[in-house]
């Protein structure tokens, strides 16, 4: 599916992640910068925050609680907060946009 990821200054990098890889792992595997995954995608770290477009929401689903308190760690959380780990990538998700905060951990 093609990903596209906004870095907080603007910048954008259209990508495309095998279905089954998450959406972290499509940025680490593409050089994306600005999501640092320091726990590898075990949903223990919060270093994976993005922002999901408003319009994709439906799509990507809700946060799982653990997701919701592991985004106690993150900064400046908004309703569409997730952690970039816990998005699965499918064909579902082609066109999927998400922003990347300003700092990360
Ligand atoms: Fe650590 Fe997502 S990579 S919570």
Redesign the pocket.
């Known amino acids: 599916a093609k990903i596209t990821y906004i870095e907080a200054s603007g910048t954008e990098h259209v990508v495309d992640v095998e279905t089954g890889l998450?959406v972290?792992e499509g940025a680490i595997r593409n050089l994306v910068p600005g999501?640092?995954?320091?726990?590898?995608?075990?949903?223990?770290?919060?270093?994976?925050?993005v922002y999901v477009d408003p319009d994709w929401m439906a799509r990507t689903g809700g946060r799982e609680s653990m997701?919701d308190s592991?985004l106690d760690f993150a900064s400046d959380v908004r309703d569409n907060s997730r952690?970039?780990?816990?998005i699965k990538v499918n064909e579902a998700l082609d066109g999927l946009v998400v922003r990347l905060p300003e700092q990360q951990g």
Do not use: K, R
């Not at 999501?35 to 994976?48: E, L, P, R």
């Not at 952690?83 to 816990?86: D, G, I, N, R």
């Open positions: 998450t972290m999501i640092d995954a320091d726990c590898g995608g075990a949903c223990a770290c919060a270093t994976c925050h997701e592991m952690l970039s780990c816990q």
